[in-house]
């Protein structure tokens, strides 16, 4: 069935790196940009990079640039958030999310999400 | 960097209208898009492209754009619509998508 599933998610120190996985089945993958979205707790959605459908573009919140990285391996449906030098203010579910169609900028699919707990 | 607001709450009484707003400096030159929120559970697009509705979503659920202000609107509305929902935009000047803070719709 059409979906996403995120993993990789944990508890982690600051200061220290995890990497996010979505996994992407019963679509075209290879067709559409996919995003990042995160959630800290009881609060807003908060977009957090995007990357184009061949992995060409990126583009990022200014709060992590140069702290995560988005890729994508389209060989495997797979997108990837590479997170860096993690702070205290990352904790927060993190989403994938789906564009409806190439740069259409809005999410017609999104993940159950992962939770990312940064804590000493 | 563009700003989205919200109110934060808004109540309606079952089967009347319930009527969210997003304010942004010209926001009627862009497409706003709107999300539906419940708790422990993922967004889920409930009108895209100011007005146009995603297939499932029931025709209760409406959207407008102008000026300085979108609104979606949801008709009869039932207590299952009780959640959050939150407007969405892409602003290309700064290539990022934007979200509003969000709005709790309660129903009394």
């Known amino acids: 069935q059409v979906q996403l599933v995120e993993s990789g998610g944990g508890v982690v120190q600051p200061g220290k790196s995890l990497r996010l996985s979505c996994a992407a089945s019963g679509f075209t993958f290879s067709s559409y940009g996919i995003h990042w979205v995160r959630q800290a707790p009881g609060k807003g959605l908060e977009w957090v990079a995007i990357i184009s459908f061949d992995g060409s573009n990126k583009y990022y919140e200014d709060s992590v640039k140069g702290r995560f990285t988005i890729s994508r391996d389209n060989s495997k449906n797979t997108l990837y958030l590479q997170m860096n030098s993690l702070r205290v203010e990352d904790t927060a579910v993190y989403y994938c999310?789906?564009?409806?169609?190439?740069?259409?900028?809005?999410?017609?699919?999104w993940g159950r999400g992962t939770l990312v707990t940064v804590s000493s | 960097s563009y700003v989205l607001t919200q109110p934060p709450s808004v109540s309606v009484a079952p089967g009347q209208t319930a009527r969210i707003t997003c304010g942004g400096n010209?926001?009627?030159?862009?497409?706003v898009h709107w999300y539906q929120q419940k708790p422990g559970q993922a967004p889920v697009l409930v009108v895209y492209d100011d007005s146009d509705r995603p297939s499932g979503i029931p025709d209760r659920f409406s959207g407008s754009n102008s000026g300085n202000t979108a609104t979606l609107t949801i008709s009869r509305v039932e207590a299952g619509d009780e959640a959050d929902y939150y407007c969405q935009v892409w602003d290309s000047s700064s290539d990022h998508v934007v979200f509003g803070g969000g709005t709790k719709l309660t129903v009394l």
């Open positions: 999310a789906k564009e409806a169609a190439n740069e259409d900028w809005y999410f017609d699919l």
């Open positions: 010209n926001i009627g030159s862009k497409s």
